[in-house]
C-alpha cells in the first residue's frame, strides 16, 4: 500500500499495490507497462493509447475512440466518435448467444432532443452509406438506404418509409426504389431504353402478379415476352 506523495524513477512493484486515494501520476510521453514490454498504456500528445504484443490496438484521441487506427478519419463529412480500421474484410461482428429465436440487432435512432423529443413527418432517422474513396476524399456516396419518418407519428405509433438512393456519376446519390410504409414499391429509374425502372435478366423473363382477394384459389397474371425478338 503506497501512502502520501511517492516520487520516484523506475518503479517495480510485485504483487498486489493499493491506491487508497488520490492518483496514479505518470508524467507525459511514459508508460504502465507489464514486465515483458508488449502490454502497455502510454499517454503522449493528448491521446490514450493500449498496445498489445507490441502493437497499438486501441487510441482514446480527444473525443474519438479509434480501434487499430492512429488518427482520426473524416468519413462521410463526419469525423465518427467510434472509428474501427483494418486491412481484411473483418471489422465488426454482432453476435447473440441466447437458446431461443431472439436476434441481434443494430440499433439506429432518431430524437429532436437529448432530452426525447417526438420526431416529425420527413426526419430522416438514419441510413447506412456505401463511401469509396475517389482519388480526394472519402466524403461522397456510391449507393445509400436511408429511412425516414412518415406522416402519422405518435405515441406507439411510427409509420416510416425507406429509400434506396445510388449515385450515377454525380456528388450525391438519386433515389432508385421507396418502400412505402404501406408496403407500395416505388421504383424511379428514368425509363429510358438503356434504363427500365424494372429489369429482370434470366433466360425467360417474366413478372407474375397475384391477387389473393383474402381466398384460396387466387388468381394471377404474368407478364412476359412470348415471341422473338426483344
Not at 71 to 90: C, H, K, V
Not at 160 to 183: K, M, P, Q, V
Request: proline share 1%; hydrophobic share 35%; net charge negative.
Amino acid at each position: 500500500t503506497l501512502t502520501g506523495a511517492v516520487s520516484t524513477g523506475a518503479l517495480t512493484v510485485t504483487g498486489a499495490t493499493n491506491v487508497n486515494s488520490g492518483h496514479v501520476n505518470v508524467d507525459a510521453g511514459y508508460s504502465f507497462q507489464w514486465d515483458d514490454s508488449y502490454e502497455r498504456i502510454e499517454q503522449s500528445d493528448g491521446n490514450v493509447e493500449f498496445f498489445t504484443n507490441n502493437g497499438e490496438k486501441m487510441r482514446l484521441s480527444g473525443s474519438n475512440l479509434l480501434i487499430n487506427a492512429t488518427a482520426t478519419r473524416a468519413i462521410s463529412g463526419d469525423n465518427a466518435l467510434l472509428q474501427i480500421e483494418n486491412s481484411s474484410s473483418g471489422l465488426l461482428s454482432l453476435l447473440r448467444t441466447s437458446n431461443d429465436n431472439g436476434a441481434a440487432w443494430l440499433a439506429i435512432a432518431k430524437s429532436r432532443s437529448a432530452a426525447g423529443a417526438v420526431c416529425q413527418a420527413g426526419d430522416h432517422i438514419g441510413g447506412i452509406a456505401f463511401t469509396p474513396h475517389d482519388g480526394t476524399d472519402l466524403n461522397h456516396h456510391a449507393a445509400e438506404i436511408r429511412a425516414y419518418v412518415d406522416t402519422g407519428i405518435g405515441a406507439d405509433d411510427v409509420p416510416g418509409y425507406l429509400t434506396f438512393n445510388t449515385n450515377g456519376g454525380a456528388s450525391t446519390a438519386t433515389e432508385r426504389l421507396r418502400i412505402n410504409s404501406d408496403g407500395q414499391a416505388i421504383f424511379k429509374g428514368d425509363g429510358t431504353a438503356s434504363q427500365g425502372s424494372i429489369g429482370i435478366e434470366a433466360g425467360e423473363p417474366f413478372i407474375r402478379l397475384y391477387d389473393t382477394n383474402g381466398t384460396v384459389n387466387y388468381r394471377k397474371w404474368d407478364i412476359r415476352n412470348v415471341g422473338a425478338g426483344s
